[in-house]
């Protein structure tokens, strides 16, 4: 049975919120992290941004991060429901909200979107729906990453020839390698980094995928 994310009218008294604040000392930053399923830190839900708030206080900024991880969008499901106050995610078990209402207030923003398009569709596939069916086999997901992060890295550089979308008028500031921060590699699968479907990350992995993250905007 194939599930899609659902625009609600108010917050479901029945489901629990996908939306986690992490706030700071006194006044900050806002920073707002939106993505899927590993925004959201499945299967452990353990989100990143937890270790992310808590590095960057350490680091010496205030910074108040909100977190919104919706398990199983799609980049398109995300563009489909970018303004919406009040979302349910494709599993049906917690609420959400679109990016453009929660960005409204935010300073800075990082989107971690693609996850769920990587059995579904190429990397050109991906990259269109991030700035904006044939089923494949897990051994082509870290060759899809590839295509997908090259582009989008180009996109940001101003490199990448598109006609001007109208729901991404202008292009992030910066694009951030992933798979540059938590590579899927051997030493990285040993040290338990990532869950076996080879797609989320494991608790462990979260955390220091928090904290390189942080460490990364505070160096830059």
Known sequence: MVTVMRVLTEVPRDKGSAIVRFPCDGPGLQVLIYGDSLTA???????????????????????????????????????????????????????GSGLGHLAKEADVV??????????????????DATRGRCLKRWSALPAQ??????????????????????????????????????????QSRLKKYWESDGVHFTETGSKVFGFRLAQLLVAS
Request: proline share 6%; glycine share 6%; hydrophobic share 45%.
């Open 41 to 95: 830190g499945a299967p452990s839900m353990k989100p990143f941004g937890e270790e992310f708030s808590k590095s960057l206080a350490e680091f010496g900024c205030r910074v108040e991060v909100i977190a919104c991880g919706l398990c199983a969008a799609t980049a398109h499901e995300m563009i489909q429901v970018f303004e919406e106050p009040f979302v349910l995610d494709s599993l049906q078990c917690r609420w």
């Open 110 to 127: 990082l989107i971690m979107a693609g996850t769920n398009d990587l059995c579904f569709a190429d990397g050109k596939q991906i990259f």
């Open 145 to 186: 990453r590839r295509e997908a992060n090259s582009l989008l890295a180009s996109w940001t550089r101003g490199s990448v020839d598109i006609s001007v979308d109208v729901t991404c008028p202008r292009r992030p500031l910066r694009f951030i390698n992933t798979v540059a921060l938590m590579p899927f590699g051997p």
